[in-house]
């Protein structure tokens, strides 16, 4: 099980991330091909360059150094946003005023369903909605995966909150989002009913631009609360990198797209 749903990952991010340094490859395949294949004899010189470009993209993009230093500027983002729209001691005074007149929501968005339950990811950022919300009595927690799949697990979803200590009567939970616009899409008008006029999202830290944008263009009044930190660069290959490249790589093809579909 754990191996199949590690192979999909690793898929999923293939996709994304080392098919960016396929292409390049390949650019760099036809211009050599242009350049060398009216001489007969230098055809064999093209085909080793072509093989030596493709080579080396994959090879370098199995290097943790690439996808930390992609990831760097959406850090940048994410800590600036959460100092100055962020969670901290000072602000849970006021919080907690908002959270008892049932004012203050607390958006988790998912990270991945497996067959039977929530991915790693998802209860980490779970984990960190569940404290919040007993820090903040009187607030709700909103969870949103954002693949679609949630409602197969929603009964897991619910024990484990129970089981964690989260009061199922102040839980919504959100299954149909696809993407990070349908998450907000979706939420707000449950959040209006709720009668909640501020959110906390909680999500991954690279995840947090991205999020905070839809959010605001959809005048939600947010704060953020990062999850995870980046791993420590490592300088030889690991295919690890490869899953971590396709994620990094992932948002900023999801802010590009977005920003021209309107969404932020």
Known sequence: MYSNTLLKAWIRSFLVGPMVFLVFGLIVFGIAWLFYSKRIKRASKARRIALISVAGSFFLCSFSL???????PLMKITNYLHEKHGVTPTDIPWLNRKAKNGNLGIVVLGGGVNSNMLSNQSIGRLNVGIDLMQKLEGSQLFFSDGTGKASIVTEWTNHYIENNGGKLQNVILETEALTTNENFVNLK?????????EIIIVTSARHIPRAYMVARKK???????????????????????????????????GIVGYKLMGWL
């Open 66 to 72: 690439v996808p930390f230093i992609l990831e760097l």
């Open 189 to 197: 008008p449950l959040l209006k009913e709720a009668d909640i006029d």
């Open 219 to 253: 005048d939600l009044n947010a704060r953020v609360f990062p999850v995870g930190d980046s791993p420590v660069p490592r300088f030889y290959p690991d295919w690890h990198s490869y899953i971590w490249l396709g994620a990094v790589l992932n948002e900023y093809v």
